[in-house]
């Protein structure tokens, strides 16, 4: 398994805007542009959920109706990076972020990035 760190998390207003990092590393058998990325969110009490996803060459995403129009995910297979822009955001945002490197239907998780929004 690959090993991910996520970053980027903090408190910001309603309407604010952060940028998630998460980092990737621990190749052995292959190179990040081998793996679909994804983020995906947990809120306080509630599963953790799906936020949006990129192909291995960055050049296809899906992303969940909540955050649709408001964030964008990107990656960067050279600095072996994917990022997680949100823009808008709303007091429901707020949770914590996981990154997820997926290949060969197993998938790995970083350890989560807190997001607070919060007036």
């Known amino acids: 398994q690959v090993h991910l760190v996520e970053s980027g998390g903090g408190v910001v207003q309603p309407g604010g805007s952060l940028r998630l990092s998460c980092a990737v590393s621990?190749?052995?058998?292959?190179?990040?542009?081998?793996?679909?990325m994804n983020w995906y969110y947990q809120a306080p009490g509630r599963e953790r959920e799906f936020v949006a996803a990129?192909?291995?060459?960055?050049?296809?995403?899906v992303y969940a109706d909540s955050v649709k129009g408001r964030f964008t995910i990107s990656r960067d297979n050279a600095k072996n990076m994917m990022y997680l822009q949100m823009n808008s955001l709303k007091l429901e945002d707020t949770g914590v972020y996981y990154c997820?490197?997926?290949?060969?239907?197993?998938?790995?998780w970083g350890q989560g990035t807190q997001v607070t929004v919060s007036s």
């Open positions: 990129i192909t291995r060459a960055g050049d296809n995403t």
């Open positions: 997820n490197a997926a290949r060969g239907g197993r998938g790995s």
């Open positions: 621990g190749f052995t058998d292959s190179t990040f542009s081998a793996y679909a």
